[in-house]
């Protein structure tokens, strides 16, 4: 029998065990966000939670950010409603803050409260294979790489700017962590994943561009896949929305609707999105 084989340096054959184990497998995830902001929408998510938990093979869940309409009260119960129906899934479940939980609140500080009560470090009520490591300056931005995929998790949210200090801040923050992570890992990784919850390229631009600027320059020079994953629009956009195209950008549909994104480095098309994976 003739085995297929791959030149190493050193110009011996290199088994084809050992090269189909340097490949780094696929990785899949399900992403949601903006619900539940009604009754229907309860019994959607509480739907999508049994369905996962039976049939998806994601490695974990994210959803990024909104667990209420903005123009309803920032009521502690509905953060610990929401925090109890996450529980549920069997798989590791992150969350990204939003802004009707806190930046849109009448009382933003009490907001940013219950959504700590509830939801800070959220990943750690699950066993989960990977090392998580939080921003210093930002305990709720995470990150972790696995299979030469670097995952971020970053605090960016939208709607109306409460304290412009607060929003400065936040934004550099998010920019500087990003950047370092994407050029510590630059060599170690072949595509990376952003998880924030604003929409920064349709709604208030401006506002954004002291970190999407610096994004920007670092995905370019990092020069690997990026995906840059966020709510807030509540339809799908899956655009290239900046000159640097090797950046992906997805908006996804809001609602009692989830998608499961497949991130496979092997591929030219490293991102792909299957929306009827629990059907």
Known sequence: MVQSCTEKSDNSPLPIEEEEAAIAPPVLFTVIGDVPYNETQRIALNSIVSDHNAKSQSEFIIHVGDIKPGSEPCNEQVYVDVSSMLEKFEVPTFIILG???????????????????YFFHFNEKWQFAHAVAYQEERAENFTWTENEILFIGINLVGSRVHDADEWSTRLSHNAHWVAQLLEDNKNNTKAAVIFAHANIVNFGTA????????????????????????????????????????ILRVQINGGGEAVQVTVDTAKENTFSFDTQFLD
Not at 99 to 117: M, V, Y
Not at 217 to 222: C, K, M, R, T, V
């Open 207 to 246: 506002k954004f561009r002291a970190f999407t600027d610096v994004f920007r320059a670092s995905a370019a020079e990092y020069a690997q896949p990026v995906l840059f994953l966020h709510g807030d629009g509540h339809n799908w956009i899956q655009d290239r929305p900046w000159t640097e195209q090797n």
């Open 99 to 117: 802004d009707n939980e806190f930046n849109d609140c009448e009382n933003p500080e009490e907001g940013l409260q219950f959504w700590n009560d």
